[in-house]
């Protein structure tokens, strides 16, 4: 049986009229930039998020950089981040031309450690970026803590876990700013591009939606220098769509977790952890084993697919040489790096599906 990674056209497959509604509505208007739905998006996942302003912008990674411009954070200024992400957490930092400081993650999560943030922390450490990585939140009550302890501002990562959460609260709701994309494949998608930052405050919601129009909230003064980085209205209409859909796909992505534990992957994989108290949305089902090659191949053999999200950590990447990190610097990350492996994981899932998988897994021994 052959059984995809992520299946998006069975995902939106039952909402296509909906769609197609929707985007009729937008072409009917002729509001395409900043119009009546991109706000009644902002105004939905504010309500959600306990009224906390969001401004829609181009793409998860222009939300990074535009929320860390709008803190002041910059040239001279460190911030401690994950290695175990995708590339655009760090290359947000090194945007604003600020230094990435990479800290190691618990092995349980794959998310930030707070006892090693605490041990990363320098006089020139101006902010902490976790990650909420692969849909499982990192520990904000911990990194809050250390925050407001060396006054350190917090932008959170949300892109591949919106609507996880903490025994303390949803994430999103903890840092002075948050970040979202609305990427195809991620649990709260659009059709194409798309991203919002979440702010603590409308002062700092201002000067984030001022940026993403070119430093101008009229265009016709521009008080500093800004980006052109828009949620358009037409992506905001079918996140509209798809908004109402999300936790129900979330707990069924949890239910299909929940099987590959009942048909006995653990026997054969180290499996995904869950924090006490916490929600995990399973962005990506990511299970470890040692000879990662092998199981690959099983797979693939049986028409099973699977994929190596971040089989290079930051800290080892190229573009970072110059920071000059070893291997063996943060050895979690790295044994993370080299061992962990995402299989199917998708809303929907099947409980055949998934013991297909787990056979594929046995027969690599």
Known sequence: MAVPLMDIQAQYGPLR???????????????????????????????????????GVANGTDALVIALHALDIGP?????????????????????????????????TYCLDPERVRERIGPRTRAILPVHIFGHPADMTAIMAIAREHGLVVVEDSAQAFGASTPDGEIATFGDAATISFFPTKNFPGMGDGGMVVCRDEELADRVRRLRFHGSKDKVVFEEVGYNSRLDDLQAAIIRVFYPHLDDWNARRAQAAAWYAEEGLGEHMALPAVAEGARHIFHLYMARHPRRD?????????????????????????????????????????????TALALPMHPNLTREQVAEV???VARAG
């Open 294 to 338: 092998d199981v690959r191949a099983a797979l693939a053999e049986a028409g099973v697919a699977s994929a190596v999200y971040y089989g290079i950590p930051m800290h080892l990447q190229p573009v970072f040489a110059r920071l000059g990190y070893s291997a063996g610097d943060l050895p979690v990350a790295e044994e993370c790096a080299r």
């Open 76 to 108: 001279g200024d460190e911030v401690i981040t994950t290695p175990y992400t995708f590339y655009a957490t760090a290359e947000a930092i090194a945007r604003v031309g600020a230094t990435p400081v990479f800290c190691d993650i618990d092995p349980r």
């Open 17 to 55: 009229a909906e769609i197609d509604a929707a985007v009729a509505g937008v072409l009917d208007s002729g509001r395409f930039i900043l119009g009546p739905e991109g706000r009644a998006l902002e105004a939905t996942v504010s309500e959600r998020l306990g009224g906390r302003p969001c401004a």
């Open 358 to 360: 787990v056979a594929a």
